[in-house]
């Protein structure tokens, strides 16, 4: 199916700014450093996930759905955006949150409640098993509200099915005109990814284009492994779902397991020292789960020379700053210490 046919809600603030980072070049010394600032999307705190929301929901509206249902992390940052948009087009938003209720709702989940997203928890020892439960959760909700005479739309983690990922090969379309007008071409464009399914849609823009720029996915968590089979399967499947001839194998994903810590939703310090460079640099905030991470390996891979400083690189910035409004529990004891200290730089 061509991609103007499929149905679309236009309510992403788009297209993003591509911006050169000035400051934050100077400090690293990588003097050709552009971010794209998809925390600019605006609905409900923007993100990446806008992207997937426009085609999924008009994809949920088109088939009658009278109730969508997203899943993911207790702050994940696509159950917020899925409610916030679910409130713009006027449908009831259940959201299946992965892990313990909290005694205070901050961050995401207070942003949640206030657009009047109802929410359920997924309890379980790990996030594998975490899923599991949420997918079964998932599954007795749809039959129960579908018992009462009501369709429901269900979303994976991330929107990563096709339709959802399809945002991201025009979100690469739109990237690839905006370096034509600022007279760039990248050589790396580099994100954090956590489903794969933004990594897996870029990289079907890219070759419809036949761009030569990598793309780089710096994984942030140990979730949806084989990883880059993952990727590659979804890929294809978009392809498939676009009528593209193009053939991905998991050899032409790109990604970084170095920069995850111990894992999902916990800190690490080379994100938080990532977090507090961008925001003091250029006055813009990264959050410690998704982009301080991937910040973070950017800045790795230059110093390593797996990037070559003086190569044009774009990292893609995929919001979720509210997770920063969560405080200790996601950005550690230490960094909260250390905000304290008068001296500390």
């Not at 199916?1 to 700014?17: A, V």
């Not at 205070?104 to 009047?116: A, F, I, P, Q, S």
């Not at 899923?131 to 959760?137: H, K």
């Not at 990598?214 to 990727?231: K, L, Q, W």
Request: glycine share 12%.
């Amino acid at each position: 199916m061509r991609i103007e046919e499929l149905p679309r809600f236009r309510l992403g603030k788009l297209p993003t700014p591509l911006e050169k980072m000035t400051n934050l070049s100077k400090v690293t010394h990588i003097p050709h450093l552009y971010m794209k600032r998809d925390d600019f999307t605006d609905i409900g705190y923007g993100g990446n996930k806008i992207r997937k929301l426009e085609f999924l929901l008009a994809d949920a509206k088109a088939k009658g759905a009278d109730i969508i249902m997203s899943t993911g992390g207790v702050q994940s940052n696509f159950t917020r955006q899925a409610a916030a948009f679910a409130a713009k087009v006027g449908m009831r938003s259940i959201c299946i949150l992965l892990g313990e209720e909290p005694e205070e709702y901050r961050g995401n989940l207070l942003l949640e409640k206030l657009m009047g997203a109802e929410l359920y928890f997924a309890h379980a020892e790990n996030l594998d098993e975490g899923a599991r439960v949420a997918a079964e959760l998932m599954d007795s909700l749809t039959q129960k509200f579908e018992e009462e005479g009501l369709t429901c739309y269900p979303m994976p983690i991330g929107g990563s099915t096709p339709i959802g990922n399809v945002g991201f090969t025009v979100g690469f379309l739109e990237f690839y005109s905006q370096m034509k007008d600022l007279g760039i071409d990248a050589d790396h464009v580099v994100l954090a990814s956590g489903s794969g399914g933004t990594l897996a849609g870029l990289l079907v823009g890219k070759m419809m284009i036949g761009c030569e720029a990598t793309i780089m996915g710096i994984r942030i968590g140990y979730m949806f492994d084989p990883f880059r089979e993952n990727v590659a399967q979804m890929a294809n499947e978009l392809c498939s779902f676009l009528e593209l001839d193009f053939k991905v194998s998991a050899q032409d994903i790109i990604t970084f397991d170095d920069y995850i810590g111990e894992g999902y939703d916990i800190p690490t310090k080379e994100a938080n020292d990532a977090i507090k460079l961008v925001a003091r640099t250029e006055a813009l905030f990264l959050d410690p789960v998704y982009t301080g991470k991937g910040m973070a390996g950017l800045l790795g891979l230059v110093e390593r020379g797996e990037i070559g400083r003086d190569d044009t690189i774009a990292f893609w910035h995929t919001g979720g700053h509210p997770a920063l409004f969560v405080g200790e529990e996601l950005l550690g004891k230490e960094f909260m210490e250390s905000l304290k200290d008068p001296t500390e730089q």
